[in-house]
Each structure stands twice: as structure tokens, then as C-alpha cells.
């Protein structure tokens, strides 16, 4: 099971890449920057906060997993 640290470092890095192309996406279609950057920094905050939920959830969830049974061959 991964460990909460690493859906954090997830969410961050994932949050930086994504609000940038909303940032970009906002300022092409209403030709403002700042108001680019004030959806980028709202979203930034809810879609960080639903990504980790989201990322947490599937951690429970035993959906497309497979287990391998491991054996140390002694000779």
C-alpha cells in the first residue's frame, strides 16, 4: 500500500502541471492573464484536495490488482 507522503508529492506535482494548462486554457478563452490566474489559483486548492480523496480511495480499493505469491527457492 502506498503511503500517504507519496499521494501527497503526487497531488502536488500532478496540481502544478494541471493548473498551468488551466491557467493557459483560462487566458485563451476570456484574454485576460489575471483572471487566468485567479481560476488557476482557485482550482489549484479544490482539485488538489479531491485528487488526494481520489487517490486515497483507489488505494482501498482492491480493483485491478493482482497479487504475485513470492518464494525464495533454498538450495
Given amino acids: 500500500m502506498n503511503k500517504h507522503r507519496r499521494?501527497?508529492?503526487k497531488a502536488v506535482t500532478w496540481r502544478f502541471v494541471?493548473?498551468?494548462d488551466t491557467i493557459i486554457i483560462a487566458?485563451?478563452?476570456?484574454?485576460k492573464f489575471a483572471l487566468g490566474l485567479?481560476?488557476?489559483g482557485v482550482e489549484?486548492?479544490?482539485?488538489?484536495?479531491?485528487?488526494y480523496m481520489h487517490e486515497r480511495a483507489?488505494?482501498?480499493s482492491t480493483f485491478g490488482v493482482?497479487?504475485?505469491n513470492l518464494t525464495m527457492d533454498s538450495e
Fill in 7 to 9: 499521494s501527497i508529492a
Fill in 18 to 20: 494541471a493548473t498551468t
Fill in 27 to 31: 487566458w485563451i478563452i476570456t484574454g
Fill in 38 to 40: 485567479t481560476i488557476g
Fill in 44 to 51: 489549484v486548492f479544490t482539485k488538489m484536495f479531491l485528487y
Fill in 58 to 60: 483507489w488505494n482501498r
Fill in 66 to 68: 493482482t497479487y504475485h
